[in-house]
Each structure stands twice: as C-alpha cells, then as structure tokens.
C-alpha cells in the first residue's frame, strides 16, 4: 500500500482564462497514452470538445465552467489532475479543488504575463503554502521580454522564480528552449499538433553543429542571457519549492507539443507522494496511517443524464479503498457503504477495485454528502480542516415560468445548490415561494438558467437584485423582527432557517452594528 501512495501524484492545474490551461491538459493525458487525440477546445460545433469539458454549456462556450479529474500514468508514477475552471465566474469551485491538490501548476500566456484572474489563484495556492510549478506557454507566438515575464511574476505573487530552462527567441524566431542543468538546446519545430509525435532533438550549447539550427545572433544573446541568469537569478532549492517559496519555471507551447514531456520529466523529480492532511486531532501522515480516510471537496449532480445521478468527488488522504466497502461518515454520524467507486476522464467513468492515499475517487452520493465531510475507517473518529465558503456577491430572485413544474424546480435548484457554485436563501417570513441565488460571478446565473432547462425541463426567470454585500447573523437569541437596519438592507435566510441580511452599500453594515448592541455580523457562511 506505501509503494502505491509514493507513486501518487495530485495537482491541480491554474491560470486565467485563455492561457492554454486545458490544452495543456490534454497534452498531459496525451503523454499518458490517457487518449489518443486531442480534442480542440474552440471550434466548430462537429469538432471534438477538449476532454476536460464535458458539461454541454462548457461546448458551446469553449470554457471549463466546473472542475473536472483527470488520471494518468506517466513515468512509472500516477498522476492525478484536478483540472479548474480558467473564469474568475467560477473561483469558488477552484478554491475547492485545490484544497484536494498536493501542488499547483500555474499557466502564463507569454503574451501576456500575470493576469487578474492568476492573482486571485495565487493567492489561494499561497495561503496553503503548496508547491507551485509555472509553466510559461504560447511561445510559439510573439512573447514579452523573457526577464520582464520573471520580474513580474516575483513582484505580482511576491515568489521567487527559478528557471529550469531558457527561451530561445519567440513567435517565428522561437527555436526552442535551453535546458540549464544539461547544459543543452532542445529544439523547436512544427510539431504534429494533436498528436504527441514532434521533435526532441537535442544538441550541446558548443557543439559545431549549432548554428545549423540557431543564428549566430540567437546563439550570443542565449550565452549572455545565461551568463546574466547564473549570476543572478535564485538558485533551485528543493526545500524551498516544496514549501511553495520558489516557483520553477519553464517555456514552451502546448498547443505545439513542445516542452510538455520535458515539464513532466522534471515536474515528477520535483514534487513529492501525498501529503499529510491536517485533522482536528493533528495531522495525518498517509505514510504512516493505514486506516483509510478521504474528505469531500466537490460534489456534481447529473454527470450522467440517462441516470440523474450524484457524485460526491473525494480525496483519499489515507490507507487503501476497496469498493463496496463500509466506512463512518463523521459529519453524518453513522456507517455508510462506499458503493459503485469510480475514477474519472471527465464524464467517462469507469468502476474500479483499490485506490490508495492522494487518488481522487468519485462515490454514488444518495444525498447524504456536503462539501467537506470526512469519511474514515479508523476507531478515532477525526474530521479534515473545512473547506472555506465564500460570500457571494451577485444575487437575484429566481422563479419558474410554469408553476405546475414546482417539485421539479425545488428538486433542481437544490441539488445544484448541493454542489456549491450557488447558495440558496428565502425572503424573511416566507417558505419557498420566494427563492433568491446568490453567486460569486455572474456567469453562475447562466450556468443555473442552462442546467434547470436541460437538467430538469424547468425554464426560470432571473430578476437581478442590487445587493453586493450579505453577512451571516452570528447571534442565535437575535430577534429578526425587532433589528434595526437601514433602507437598503434585506433580510432573508438560508435553507437551515438561519438568518442573513443583505446590503446595497458597505458603510450600512457598519450603521446596522451600531444600532443594534450586541448583534455579531461574519462574511463567511458555516456549514
């Protein structure tokens, strides 16, 4: 079972959208002999979809919307990926996935560099402290200045960067990378593009035949460029990476199949097996714990639509899986079976037997898991670290135009509810007649619209609220009907009766705490 864990690989995968982040995916899975042909993200409607997105919205769009688990064996080690959403519409469901994640993989546009969107992950990744990998892609097109893309990097996400290898010109004069270790050029051409066939020539700095491959002018620039970074770029220290302090970087061009297999070489000498999780009864080492024990960290609904079924997605933190078998659900309290096991390639499934610490598993979910839960096998009964909820800030009212699909509707906004990207709330003093989503992006309104009508056959109408800020109400004697507020708050609750209030403007938080001694207001929701 310990030679099993130690081969596990789990990270996830960040960027802002249109950095090349699924594309890169794929040419992962394609290394991994997972597929035989990639799939074109953007397209015509008869083109093949990237693998990765398999929700029909994510088609039509040519954007991930939700996340999605990938597994693949490469290089005697296997790797788990937890692919993301690119669009800051869908953080949330990022923020999760990479609670579930052992280390990132951050993609950059070279074009571009730092992005908004590749902020806010950072800062995510950061605050967990987990190795992150940076992969600078699109070099096949014009690029930024190679040290301006670094700079930026460490003063953006205040990390520090170590480049693996070097970029050698960009766009048409892109002739490939410099490997800084091996002391040799790797060497760009056309490559087949969905397919993993392509070029991995190599050739010494100083060998004679150099130049029949790169101008002399690329050449001088390359030894100086090198000579500048020896002396004063930092140094690889793998303490450093693995305390997620230093970044390593590298260069290349997925969509052309270049420096995809050199990353992964050197991504799986770099990162480490499964990590130990902490628990409320301190931390659990999978090296050391035998007992098997996962938590939830996403939960999809309808990933099968001829079954209208219910994943709850899983990270293994400890001990061996066995299908069918029986295990304790902390949250819920009681045994539970673990039945029909599956691992993922997006929405293709297939059952499996065993899975070990640091795989992702997908269990049938009768509706008894939340984003979160602990599940184990061990007599000390411990619950993982929560999973942070984050206040949304887009809200609207919802209602069905056909009232006589009232059940189907409670039934589809709940259970897209149940997997976290919305949050539900009624009017104060009502039951579910009067239902209010709020969502993190607004993107999400589309999302919710599109999946009640295919899903559910149920069609909606959005009418969009002002307010941009909600608190959840702390104390649990507080008397609704006599607060206090101002013209522009609201009160509402969530599905467990609990009491919220809404505001348009932030400075009426502040008067609402005045006029009401006592009253505890907190931006996070509890579960």
């Known amino acids: 079972m310990i030679e099993e864990i130690k081969k596990r690989r789990t990270f996830a995968i960040i960027s802002h959208p249109d950095a090349g982040k699924t594309t890169l995916t794929e040419k992962f899975l394609l290394y991994g002999g997972a597929i035989n042909q990639a799939g074109s993200v953007k397209g015509k409607a008869t083109a093949k979809h990237a693998v990765s997105d398999w929700m029909d919205i994510e088609k ?112 048409k004069q892109f002739a490939g990378v410099y490997d800084r270790s091996h002391k040799k050029i ?68 997925a969509l052309m199949n270049f420096g995809v297999e050199t990353f992964l070489n050197h991504f799986l000498a770099m990162t480490t097996p499964p990590l130990p999780r902490m628990s409320d009864q301190g931390l659990i080492d999978p090296m050391k714990e035998e007992d098997f024990s996962a938590f939830v960290f996403k939960i999809q609904a309808n990933m099968n639509k001829a079954h209208r079924d219910r994943i709850a997605f899983m990270r293994i933190c400890s001990g061996e899986f066995e299908a069918g078998m029986d295990a304790f659900h902390v949250q819920g309290g009681k045994k539970v079976r673990l039945a029909q096991p599956q691992q993922m390639m997006a929405s293709e499934r297939k059952m499996i037997e065993k899975a070990y610490g640091g795989d992702i598993i997908g269990i049938f979910d009768p509706g008894i898991f939340a984003i979160g839960d602990t599940i184990t ?20 009212r919802v209602r069905q135009v056909n009232t006589m699909k009232r059940k189907q509707f409670i039934k589809g906004i709940s259970q897209i509810a149940q997997e976290g990207a919305i949050q539900i709330f009624q009017e104060f003093n009502t039951g579910m007649e009067e239902i209010i989503v709020g969502v993190v992006g607004t993107l999400q309104f589309d999302v919710l619209e599109y999946r009640l009508k295919n899903e559910y056959n149920v069609d909606i109408i959005l009418e969009n609220l002002p307010y941009e800020y909600i608190r959840w109400i702390e104390n649990t004697d507080i008397d609704l009907e006599e607060l206090r507020g101002t013209s522009d708050m609201k009160k509402i609750k969530d599905l467990k009766g609990r009491p919220l209030l809404l505001f348009i403007n932030s400075w009426s938080i502040g008067m609402t705490l005045e006029r009401n001694e006592g009253l505890e207001l907190s931006e996070f929701g509890r579960s």
């Not at 061990?378 to 984050?390: C, L, N, R, V, W």
């Open 60 to 171: 039509e769009r040519g954007i991930s919307v939700t996340s999605s688990v990938l597994q693949f064996e490469f290089g005697g080690c296997c790797i788990n990926i937890l692919d993301t959403p690119g669009h800051q519409d869908f953080s949330e469901d990022t923020y999760r996935t990479l609670m579930a994640a052992d280390s990132a993989v951050m993609v950059i546009d070279a074009s571009k560099g730092v992005e908004a969107q590749t902020r806010k992950l950072f800062k995510v990744c950061a605050m967990r402290h987990i190795p992150i990998f940076t992969f600078i892609n699109k070099m096949d097109r014009e690029a930024r200045d190679t040290y301006d893309l670094l700079d930026e990097i460490e003063k953006e996400l205040g990390i520090p960067t170590c480049p693996v290898n070097w970029p050698i010109g960009s766009g």
């Open 186 to 253: 790797e060497l760009f051409e056309d490559t087949m593009k969905g397919t993993r066939v392509g070029t991995t020539k190599e050739i010494g700095l100083d060998d004679p035949q150099v130049t029949s491959y790169v101008s002399e002018d690329a050449l001088e620039l390359l030894r100086e460029e090198i000579e500048l970074l020896d002396g004063a770029s930092a140094e690889f220290d793998q303490e450093e990476v693995d305390a997620g302090r230093l970044s390593p970087i590298f260069f290349g061009s």
């Open 377 to 396: 096998v061990s007599d000390k009964k411990f619950a993982y670290e929560g999973i942070p909820t984050f206040a949304p800030e887009h809200f609207a």
